[in-house]
């Protein structure tokens, strides 16, 4: 059974603070590594889709590294704001269009 | 460009009854994935539709089954209610199929009681 493993489970964070956290995968039959984010009552949105040949990905404040060897990847945050509290979660794709889920990293940014 | 959609948003329903659950894709999208989450689960994958045709099926039991219309659109049934079925069912849609760098775009959610 393919396990993607998420930590922490929760983070909270003064505003202005950075962080990260990391998501672990299987190292072998990698194709790609997706990241999420979920904010209460909306769509999970997606953030990256990492690959073989990806180099650090960035978006705004929140990058991501990846490390196929070894099965991780780093999302990080700079300068958090509240409005990056949310659920992120990574995401592997086993085969075809399913993704097996981490059970996901929530963020609170106080303010 | 519109989103992907959800109907219903909510809904409650007793031990032993039926329920349809409906989704709508992005205009152009073929693929049609639904997923479920659970208090203290991640989300769990319930299978995908492409053409029509399921393509994946994950690890649940027969009572949950589902279709895709020739427009996209597709519809996931779970018939003789349990209580544990009370979840949040997503769906996601994405234009191709079988390509790991697919990005998937998620629905809202229909929130499942199940009483």
């Known amino acids: 059974i393919l396990n993607v493993e998420q930590s922490p489970q929760s983070l909270h964070v003064q505003e202005g603070d950075s962080t990260n956290f990391t998501c672990s995968f299987p190292s072998s039959n990698f194709y790609a590594l997706h990241w999420y984010r979920w904010e209460t009552a909306k769509s999970p949105e997606a953030l990256f889709v990492m690959t073989l040949n990806g180099d650090e990905k960035k978006k705004g404040r929140i990058s991501a590294t990846l490390n196929t060897k070894e099965g991780y990847s780093y999302l990080y945050i700079k300068g958090s704001q509240p409005e990056d509290s949310a659920t992120y979660l990574c995401a592997f794709p086993e085969y075809g269009n399913k993704l097996v889920f981490g059970a996901g990293t929530i963020l609170r940014v106080k303010s | 460009k519109a989103g992907v959609t959800q109907t219903p948003r909510y809904l409650i329903k007793t031990r032993g009854q039926q329920v349809t659950l409906s989704c709508s894709p992005i205009?152009?999208?073929?693929?049609v994935s639904w997923y479920q989450q659970t208090p203290g689960q991640g989300l769990q994958f319930l299978f995908e539709?492409?053409?029509?045709?399921q393509r994946n099926k994950g690890n649940f039991p027969g009572r949950f089954s589902g279709r895709q219309f020739s427009n996209s659109r597709s519809e996931m049934n779970v018939s003789t209610l349990e209580l544990g079925d009370s979840a949040l069912y997503l769906c996601?849609?994405?234009w191709g199929q079988g390509d790991p760098y697919n990005e998937q775009f998620f629905g809202p959610g229909t929130r499942l009681t199940v009483l």
């Open positions: 996601a849609s994405s």
């Open positions: 539709y492409f053409s029509e045709t």
């Open positions: 205009s152009g999208h073929r693929s």
